[in-house]
């Protein structure tokens, strides 16, 4: 089975920098992403982690490490747009099904 | 083009009515997504089908029926649903087994069982 678990709200100010963590056990690994939605709208995919590291797109970047099972999406300079709800997703060894985290409510305030 | 489109947006229905969902892309994606989300909670997978071929069934109730009639097009005929049903149903698609495989979602249609 699959148990993922990140932060279920968080608030942050306009302009700082705000890190959604994702914490996840999976009887396999193939992949993890990470989407925004907007409230009433469907989720849009933000970025794709497969191998340890770092991957950096333009205000959002994602970490994976496999061995601690843990990712994170760091936005920089939020804006207030910025307020959704981020879904950490994982893809299992055994197809190309996601199984979604609960989702994180990130509010930007001014 | 990474446009995955749905209709219609919103949808009430009675529990004795018969409807259709209706999900198109022309990404030239072969695998395609159900989706069901309910209020301030993640989407739950229903259905996957792969190469016009139904792939996984999440244990979902007979009275949801999907079908793929071709590679571009994916239905969900809903018969006899119950309040409980309400919620917003995505379809997404992908292109099956590829390296990075990125599910894109359509808007979605906001369903209500009255």
């Known amino acids: 089975g699959q148990n993922i678990d990140q932060p279920t709200e968080m608030t942050a100010t306009e302009g700082a920098i705000v890190q959604i963590n994702c914490t996840y056990q999976t009887s396999g690994f193939n992949g993890l992403f990470w989407y925004q939605q907007h409230a009433g709208e469907a989720p849009t995919f933000l970025s794709y982690?497969?191998?340890?590291g770092l991957e950096e797109k333009g205000r959002f970047s994602s970490f994976l490490s496999r061995s601690k099972g843990y990712s994170y999406l760091l936005l920089k300079e939020l804006q207030m747009k910025d307020s959704a709800s981020y879904l950490c997703?994982?893809?299992?060894?055994?197809?190309?099904?996601?199984?979604f985290g609960k989702g994180t409510s990130l509010l930007v305030t001014p | 083009d990474t446009e995955v489109t749905q209709t219609p947006k919103h949808l009430v229905m009675g529990m004795t009515n018969k409807k259709s969902l209706k999900c198109e892309q022309h990404m030239g994606h072969r695998a395609m997504y159900w989706y069901k989300q309910k209020a301030k909670k993640p989407p739950e997978l229903m259905f996957v089908?792969?190469?016009?071929?139904?792939?996984i069934n999440e244990s979902v109730p007979s009275r949801f029926s999907p079908e793929c009639p071709n590679s571009s097009l994916l239905n969900l005929h809903l018969h006899a649903l119950q309040p409980e049903d309400s919620a917003l149903y995505l379809c997404?698609?992908?292109?099956?087994?590829?390296?990075?495989?990125?599910?894109?979602f359509g808007p979605g249609t906001r369903l209500l069982v009255l």
């Open positions: 982690n497969v191998l340890d």
């Open positions: 089908y792969s190469y016009e071929k139904l792939s």
């Open positions: 997703a994982v893809r299992s060894n055994s197809g190309y099904a996601l199984n």
């Open positions: 997404a698609s992908s292109f099956p087994l590829a390296l990075q495989e990125t599910q894109y």
